[in-house]
């Protein structure tokens, strides 16, 4: 399912190249997002930094309704939440999804602090003799079950009416 702003996530975290660019912005003008910075970018054949403007980046993501760009901590917030949920859905370890959450997305630090107490527990876990493992995944699993319920994840849509302030131009949107 196409999703601008888990894409626009990725490319503000830096998951993304400039490569991935034109493919996502096809996508987008297949979802019935349009305006000159998605048909500009999706033209491009290989691009490079060189090729793409920061400016022309975010135009293309507010033209798809994202608010960008996307801070840091917006973007780890988003992604960890993604994470849990993966988790309390059964599709992930939890303890695997608590390393991705402290190494992959924290870079080993307890920041954002909504993040801290996870990042705690999978240090612990690392050290932890196998018979605590129990209450450890207990606890991991309640802390991920808690992000993924709650109200973190950013909210990274534009307010009604900037995507046309943006200049962009919006058809009806297939599913």
């Known amino acids: 399912m196409f999703d601008p702003a888990s894409n626009a996530v990725r490319w503000y975290f830096g998951e993304l190249s400039h490569e991935d660019l034109p493919s996502i912005c096809i996508e987008a003008l297949e979802h019935g997002y349009d305006g000159p910075m998605l048909r500009r970018l999706a033209g491009l054949v290989k691009p490079t930094s060189r090729d793409i403007a920061e400016r022309q ?5 507010h033209e798809m309704g994202v608010a960008a760009p996307i801070s840091e901590r917006e973007c780890q917030l988003f ?3 993604e994470t849990a949920q993966a988790a309390a859905a059964g599709m992930q370890n939890p303890f695997d999804a608590a390393t991705h ?3 992959g997305i924290c870079n080993f630090k307890p920041e954002p602090v909504e993040l801290a107490e996870i990042v705690r527990l999978s240090e612990e876990s690392e050290r932890a003799p196998r018979w605590d493992w129990g209450r450890l995944e207990k606890r991991v699993g309640a ?3 808690t992000l993924a319920k709650g109200e973190l994840k950013p909210r990274l849509i534009l307010p009604s009416g900037a995507e046309e302030e943006a200049g962009t131009h919006i058809r009806e949107r297939t599913p």
């Open 143 to 145: 802390e991920l079950e």
């Open 79 to 81: 992604l960890a939440t």
């Open 101 to 103: 959450i402290r190494i």
């Open 57 to 61: 980046t975010e135009g293309a993501f």
